[in-house]
């Protein structure tokens, strides 16, 4: 089980307050038992890190219902600085980019005629990350419905087929864990403060 993974993305973060708010959660976590303040790379495939904490004693606190003795979680890796995520295998784009001020969707990926993003139309979404994502600029997308510069974090991007696209500067992988407990996602957002995204995935 050790190449699939639950990612949590806080959307709402920014860059300054990502690495104290990682450490904090990771307190959290280690107070809880959820993990160990150990480190290991092992089946740990994170875009941004390459190890994580190992799962401490009570790992069991964050799964759905009791802990089947034979499962043995991987590390939980924490990624701090903006970036995309996408949930779901080998998917790179969302299907559909939606605008949170007019309610206009743009459809990227034209399900099912179609499995990949229109280049023409995703162009200025892609360029707007790498810029948000490499420059301390927010990157707009210029709404084609309203004409409005939204900043790409404010995009919603829908996925379908088990996927999903998030943007933001802290996540954390869980590598090989059963289903994460809907009462721990709930607290791990209220300590976090912020709105967050949800993925599974393979790597
Ligand atoms: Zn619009």
């Known amino acids: 089980m050790g190449d699939y993974f639950q990612r949590i993305v806080d959307v709402e973060a920014d860059e300054q307050e990502a690495g104290p708010l990682a450490e904090r959660m990771v307190d959290w976590l280690v107070s809880e038992g959820v993990i160990t303040r150990e480190t ?117 991007f829908g996925s379908g087929f088990g996927s999903s696209f998030d943007l933001g500067a802290l996540a954390f992988d869980f590598w090989g864990w059963p289903p994460l407990d809907d009462a721990f996602l709930a607290e791990f957002s209220r300590r976090l403060g912020h709105r967050t995204g949800e993925q599974m995935g393979k790597f």
């Not at 939606?98 to 200025?124: G, Q």
Request: overall charge negative; charged content about 25%; some cysteine.
């Open 40 to 156: 290991s790379g092992e089946g740990v495939y994170s875009q941004t890190a390459d190890e994580g904490y190992v799962p401490g004693p009570r790992w069991d606190r964050a799964v759905v219902g009791s802990a089947e003795t034979t499962w043995q979680p991987g590390p939980v890796a924490v990624m701090v600085g903006r970036d995309y995520y996408v949930g779901g295998q080998g998917q790179d784009e969302p299907d559909s980019a939606s605008c949170p001020r007019c309610d206009a969707t743009t459809v990227i990926i034209d399900y099912p005629e179609e499995f990949e993003a229109d280049e023409e139309v995703w162009r200025p979404y892609r360029e707007a990350i790498a810029a948000w994502k490499e420059t301390s600029e927010e990157g707009s997308v210029v709404c084609s419905a309203c004409a409005a510069a939204v900043p790409v974090t404010e995009w919603r």
